[in-house]
């Protein structure tokens, strides 16, 4: 039982340090209130779906910006998905890195977008 106590004091740990960086932001909270006894694993089916899904708009990201003729349409349908949802679970670092992306793809600016995600 105490090695239980001691993941969960773990977790809530690493939630605040989260917090603090700005990585996450109240939507999290909201998210987590979400969750009760009849859907324990709420919180952990949104997030690892969100995961998932970042994971295939990241891929379509790259090779879309691999390509010669850059297409700035599409480029911003992936990233304003990945905004989206990104703002949906309370990740407010990834959503931030997302609305700067997102003006230089207005200015035509790929190598400005790409220095975005870099930092």
Do not use: W
């Not at 998210?31 to 006894?37: G, V």
């Amino acid at each position: 039982m105490d090695s239980v106590v001691q993941l969960q004091r773990q977790l809530v740990d690493y939630t605040v340090q989260l917090f603090n960086e700005g990585f996450l932001d109240d939507q999290f909270n909201q998210l987590q209130q979400l969750q009760d006894e009849s859907n324990p694993d709420f919180v952990v089916e949104v997030v690892t779906l969100f995961f998932e899904d970042s994971e295939r708009l990241l891929d379509e990201l790259a090779k879309a910006l691999e390509q010669q003729s850059v297409d700035y349409t599409k480029i911003d349908a992936h990233v304003h998905q990945l905004k989206g949802s990104s703002s949906s679970i309370g990740a407010q670092r990834v959503q931030k890195v997302c609305i700067g992306f997102r003006n230089f793809c207005e200015e035509r600016n790929i190598e400005g977008a790409k220095n975005v995600c870099i930092k």
